[in-house]
Nanobody, 122 residues
């Protein structure tokens, strides 16, 4: 089972940028589809983006498309989420997760990090 640790969250003004990182340890990182999800207070965890095992296929939720970019470096066992043009509604705890399926279904992801807080001020 892969273990995941997110970093890079923080406080940023609307319109600003942040890059989140998710470092993986354990076996088979390069075999996993990796996803980013987020959860705001009082809301359910929602899909943000996912990337295929080799980085050749990525998919985004409509509410982040054109602003966020997911990438991975299998040599470094790391997946990234570059977030640009941040909005107050992007405020949430962001989680990375791993699965063997090409899916956006949160229930299909079997390994999760502890999350990193992103706060966007208006």
């Amino acid at each position: 089972q892969v273990q995941l640790v997110e970093s890079g969250g923080g406080l940023v003004q609307a319109g600003g940028s942040l890059m989140l990182s998710c470092a993986a340890s354990g076996r088979s990182f390069s075999s996993n589809v990796m996803g980013w999800f987020r959860q705001a207070p009082g809301k359910e965890r929602e899909f943000v983006a996912r990337i295929s095992w080799n980085g050749g296929n990525s998919y985004y939720a409509d509410y982040v498309k054109g602003r966020f970019t997911i990438a991975r470096d299998n040599a470094k066992n790391t997946v990234y989420l570059q977030m640009n043009i941040l909005k107050p509604e992007d405020t949430a705890v962001y989680y990375c997760a791993a699965t063997f399926k090409m899916t956006i279904n949160v229930d299909a992801y079997r390994a999760w990090g502890q999350g990193t807080q992103v706060t966007v001020s208006s």
